[in-house]
C-alpha cells in the first residue's frame, strides 16, 4: 500500500528521476525535449534548470512557463509574467514591453474602442503590426469604404466568436472580387467553411467563381458552393482542384466529390482502380464489389530476437537513416534488422519501398490484445497504425508517448487506478504497458460514442471537442451530400483527416480479422443519433419528450 501511494505521489508530480547526465549528450530531438520538460518538473535549482533549459532546440511559451519557476533570470521571469497577465491587468501595466507582451487579439476584443486606441497610440511608436489593433475599431468589416487588407488580416488573427460576430454577414460582389486578389483569401476560405456558424459568409463565398488557386482552397469553394446550391461554381472548383493535387488521398478525395456532383459512373470507376487505400476508394471498390488486395499482414522471418524500435533515441537515428536512404536501397535495412521482433520496423521500411502501391497492414502486437473482442482489437489497431505505423519508440511534439501516443496527463491518471502499475514514463515505449493503458483510456470513448469515426476524433481531439462537433446545428445530420460534408468541414484539421484515415484502417483491419463490414453501412449510421453517439440519442429522447405510452 505504501509503495502504491509513494507511486502515485511520483506520477502526479512527474519526478521519475530524470538526471542532467540524461539529458547531457543526447542529440537535438522532441526525444530530448521530453527529457528536459521532465527534468523541469522536478525539485531542481536553478542552475540545473538553466543547464537543461539552454539545450532545447525550440522553445515555446509551455517550456517558457515551466522554466520560470525554476530560474533566478530576473528577464525570463519577467517575460512571461506578462504574458500571463490578464485582461483585467492590461489598462495597469506601465511598462510598454510588458504591455505588448501581454495584448492579444482575444484581450483586445473584450476592450472598449477608445480604450484599443489608447494602447494602440501608445505602443506604435515602438512596436509595429499593430494596425489589428485599431481596426478592430472599425463599424464594419468586408464593406464598401472599409479597409479589406487590415480586415482580412484581422480575420485571420482573431477568435472564432469574434469572426462570427463582426464578420458574418452577406458581401458585395466588389468586396468579394477585391479580396479574392488578397493574400490570406485561401485561409478565410478555409476558415469560413469549416465554421458552421459562419452561414452569411460562406453564402457570399458560394458566388466565388472562376479564379485561380491552390488546390485546397478550390475544394473549400466546391464544398461549400454545394451547400448552397451553386453546382456550377461546385463543379469548376473541383476540376481546378484535380489538376493541382498531388497527394493520392487528396486526388481521391477530388475525385470522390466530383462524382457526388455529377453522379458520372466513370468517374466512380476511376477512384475504384485507385492504388491508395483510404476512405474514397474504400467506397468505391464496395460500390463496385472490387476487393481492397494490394497489402501485406505479415513478413517471413527467421531469426529470433530483433529490434522492435521501443528506444526513442535510437529508434530517432534510425528514422533518419530510413528517410535518407533511397527506396531502392532501403532492403539493405530491411536485411540488417531482421528477427521476429523487428516485424513493425521492417514493415514500415517495405512500406516506404513499394509507397503508394502497397501497404502495411501488419499486426505485430497479438500478444497483448489477448481476451480483446475483434471489434476492439480493430479499433486499437486502426488507431495506432494511424498514431505511430505500429513504432512503439515515438514521442510526438506534445509530448504524446508510444505505439498509441497517450499524453503524459492521461498516463497520471490511469496509473492511479491501473493494476498493471508503470515506474517512469519510459514503460509507456512498452507495448507491454501502452496498449492496457490506451485499452483503459478507449473505455470512456467507446460508452459514448458507437461509430469508428467518432471514436477517431475523440481519440485525437477529446471526447469534448468531438461532443460539440456532433451537436452543432447541421452537422452530421441526413441530406444529399451528407455525412461526407459534414466530415470535410470539421474545423479541427488534424482530427478531420485523423477521422478518415482511421476509418479506412478499421475497415481493412475488420476484413484482415474475418469481420468484413460495409464502410457505406458506416457512413449511413453517422447521420444516425441512436447508432453512432449516446449524446445525440440522449438530446433526442429529451426533445421528444414521455412517450404517449407514459
Not at 506601465?94 to 473584450?110: F, H, N, R, V
Not at 485561409?187 to 459562419?198: C, E
Amino acid at each position: 500500500m505504501k509503495g502504491t501511494l509513494l507511486l502515485s505521489a511520483l506520477l502526479a508530480s512527474h519526478l521519475f528521476g530524470v538526471t542532467l547526465n540524461d539529458i547531457n549528450g543526447k542529440p537535438a530531438s522532441r526525444e530530448k525535449n521530453f527529457l528536459i520538460w521532465q527534468f523541469l518538473h522536478q525539485d531542481i535549482n536553478a542552475s540545473d534548470a538553466s543547464d537543461a533549459f539552454y539545450q532545447i532546440d525550440s522553445v515555446n511559451e509551455r517550456f517558457l512557463a515551466d522554466y520560470a519557476k525554476k530560474t533566478d533570470e530576473l528577464e525570463i521571469r519577467y517575460t512571461v509574467e506578462c504574458l500571463q497577465k490578464p485582461l483585467t491587468a492590461l489598462k495597469s501595466i506601465e511598462e510598454d514591453d510588458c504591455l505588448m507582451l501581454a495584448l492579444s487579439p482575444a484581450k483586445a476584443q473584450e476592450l472598449r474602442n477608445d480604450e484599443r486606441e489608447t494602447i494602440a497610440a501608445r505602443l506604435e511608436t515602438r512596436f509595429a503590426n499593430l494596425e489589428w489593433l485599431r481596426t478592430m475599431n472599425q463599424e464594419y468589416h468586408f464593406g464598401t469604404g472599409s479597409d479589406l487588407k487590415s480586415s482580412l488580416k484581422l480575420f485571420l488573427i482573431t477568435t472564432p466568436p469574434y469572426r462570427q460576430e463582426h464578420f458574418n454577414h452577406l458581401i458585395d460582389e466588389d468586396t468579394l472580387s477585391t479580396l479574392t486578389a488578397l493574400s490570406g483569401f485561401n485561409q478565410l476560405v478555409y476558415l469560413t467553411a469549416t465554421d458552421p456558424k459562419m452561414d452569411q459568409l460562406q453564402y457570399s463565398l458560394a458566388k466565388v467563381s472562376g479564379g485561380s488557386y491552390d488546390s485546397m482552397t478550390h475544394f473549400y469553394l466546391a464544398v461549400n458552393a454545394l451547400k448552397y446550391g451553386r453546382n456550377d461554381n461546385a463543379l469548376y472548383h473541383l476540376q481546378e482542384a484535380k489538376k493541382k493535387v498531388k497527394s493520392p488521398m487528396e486526388k481521391d478525395k477530388v475525385t470522390f466529390w466530383l462524382y457526388r456532383l455529377t453522379r458520372d459512373e466513370s468517374t466512380l470507376q476511376e477512384l475504384a482502380e485507385s492504388l491508395d487505400i483510404n476512405m474514397y476508394t474504400l467506397y468505391a471498390k464496395e460500390r463496385f464489389g472490387i476487393e481492397t488486395e494490394n497489402y501485406f499482414t505479415t513478413l517471413p522471418t527467421s531469426r529470433r530476437g530483433g529490434f522492435r524500435g521501443d528506444e526513442p533515441f535510437e529508434w530517432n537515428r534510425l528514422h533518419r537513416e530510413i528517410v535518407a536512404t533511397p527506396p531502392e536501397k532501403l532492403y539493405q535495412l530491411v536485411e540488417r534488422y531482421e528477427g521476429e521482433e523487428s516485424l513493425a520496423v521492417q514493415a514500415y521500411m517495405i512500406e516506404r519501398v513499394y509507397q503508394p502501391y502497397v501497404h502495411n497492414f501488419t499486426m505485430p502486437y497479438e500478444p497483448y490484445l489477448e481476451g480483446v473482442n475483434n471489434e476492439q482489437k480493430a479499433m486499437i489497431y486502426a488507431l495506432m497504425r494511424q498514431e505511430t505505423q505500429m513504432i512503439p519508440g515515438l514521442i510526438s511534439r506534445s509530448f504524446a508517448l508510444g505505439l498509441m501516443q497517450i499524453m503524459p496527463f492521461n498516463v497520471d491518471a490511469i496509473a492511479k487506478n491501473h493494476p498493471l502499475k508503470i515506474t517512469s514514463y519510459n514503460d509507456m515505449f512498452d507495448p507491454k504497458y501502452n496498449i492496457p493503458y490506451a485499452i483503459e483510456h478507449l473505455k470512456h470513448i467507446e460508452k459514448n460514442l458507437f461509430n469508428p469515426v467518432f471514436m477517431a476524433y475523440a481519440y485525437n481531439g477529446g471526447i469534448g471537442f468531438t461532443k460539440r462537433l456532433i451537436m452543432s446545428e447541421g452537422m452530421f445530420l441526413p441530406g444529399e451530400y451528407e455525412p461526407f460534408m459534414s466530415m470535410e468541414l470539421v474545423g479541427n484539421a488534424e482530427s478531420r483527416e485523423y477521422g478518415k484515415r482511421v476509418l479506412a484502417n478499421y475497415v481493412i483491419f475488420k476484413k484482415i480479422l474475418g469481420e468484413k463490414v460495409s464502410i457505406s453501412a458506416i457512413f449511413d449510421t453517422l447521420t444516425q443519433p441512436s447508432r453512432s453517439d449516446y449524446f445525440r440519442a440522449e438530446a433526442l429522447k429529451i426533445s421528444q419528450g414521455p412517450s404517449q405510452t407514459e
